[in-house]
């Protein structure tokens, strides 16, 4: 039985003084979704658990410390889907809710499965997810930088997460605030199954962060999925994802992957991304802020 989880942080750049804080988040993630698969729980919940944790973390771009759009406020998208059933849930442009990934995973079992704004916090609301006031979830250093307009080096970015159950589903899940600064009612990939996240019991699963209008021409997540076909490593078909997203689109972004082996591959062509995990091969959580190239590994 092979259990296995990756989540990111995002495709950003990440100073030193934030790559702690960055390490930290990601180890507690991995390890609240790692707790929920070594339970006996599901893929999809090991996802929620580990983005649950992400979302509440100010050091990332989803729920509390997400960036601000035009107006000043903050509009969550979340996605959830599982490889097992094709099922899937989605919500874009939600604000007030300080979990989006758990509003997502309850309208995975509904019709329709993508909501926006208004119609997605009612059923937020009507479904027992925690709400919050929408300034709630606003914090200091945000709104500093959206009044100050500040060239800030290192954003938060948004947060996702893959994992695989003792049942050898597989799963994927994306948070995120956004884009700094983007029109209200902007919706980039994370919410749209294809671009942000996808799972295939089949093949793998995988979740996206980057520029949302490079990453949905390009279909990144199913494309990085389908990569995995004839047995390709996990880290291959990311690499080779995120080069095909080079060639045709202008961008950052990055992407976690993992097979239905329990085989792990992550990519980005952004200077840094944050990315941790842990599979039954590990006694404990690996974290990163770089993806190292082949020639630094020598
Ligand atoms: N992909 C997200 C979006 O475009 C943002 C990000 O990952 O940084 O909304």
């Known amino acids: 039985m092979t259990l296995a989880i990756v989540v990111h942080g995002g495709a950003k750049t990440i100073t030193d003084n934030k790559v702690e804080a960055n390490n930290a988040g990601c180890k507690a993630a ?34 509390l410390g997400a960036v601000l759009n035009d107006d000043g406020e903050v ?29 997502a995973r309850k309208i995975m079992d509904t019709k329709p499965m993508l909501l926006v704004a208004r119609s997605a916090e009612r059923f937020a ?21 959206w009044e100050e307009e500040q060239e800030v080096i290192d954003r938060p970015n948004t947060v996702g997460c893959v994992a695989l159950d003792a049942n050898g589903t597989l799963a994927a899940g994306t948070s995120t605030g956004g884009t700094t600064n983007q ?12 671009s942000g996240l996808y799972a295939d019991n089949k093949l793998g699963a995988c979740s996206t962060t980057g520029d949302g209008e490079s990453i949905i021409p390009v279909v990144l997540a199913k ?47 952004s200077s840094d991304m944050a990315c941790g995990y842990m599979t039954t091969s590990q006694d ?6 770089k993806k190292k190239t082949l020639a630094e590994k020598i």
């Open 75 to 103: 509009e969550l998208d979340a996605a959830i889907m599982e490889g097992d059933s094709f099922g899937w849930g989605s919500v874009a442009a939600v604000q007030g809710v300080r979990h989006p990934i758990s509003v």
């Open 30 to 63: 991995v390890e609240a979704g790692w707790a929920v698969l070594t339970s006996g729980g599901t893929a999809a919940e090991a996802v929620e658990a580990a983005i649950r944790v992400l979302e509440a973390d100010r050091t990332f771009n989803a729920s």
């Open 125 to 145: 609301a009507d479904n027992g997810v925690e709400m919050c006031a929408k300034e709630d979830l606003i914090t200091g250093e945000q709104r500093k930088e």
């Open 183 to 194: 029109l209200a009612g902007r919706v980039g990939d994370t919410a749209l199954v294809g």
């Open 284 to 289: 404990k959580p690996a974290v990163f802020t």
């Open 223 to 269: 494309t990085a999925i389908d990569l995995l076909d004839g047995d390709r490593h996990p880290d291959e078909a990311a690499q080779m994802a995120i080069e095909i997203l080079k060639s045709k689109v202008e961008g950052e972004a990055g992407c976690i992957l993992l097979d239905g082996q329990g085989r792990v591959g992550w990519a980005h062509n």
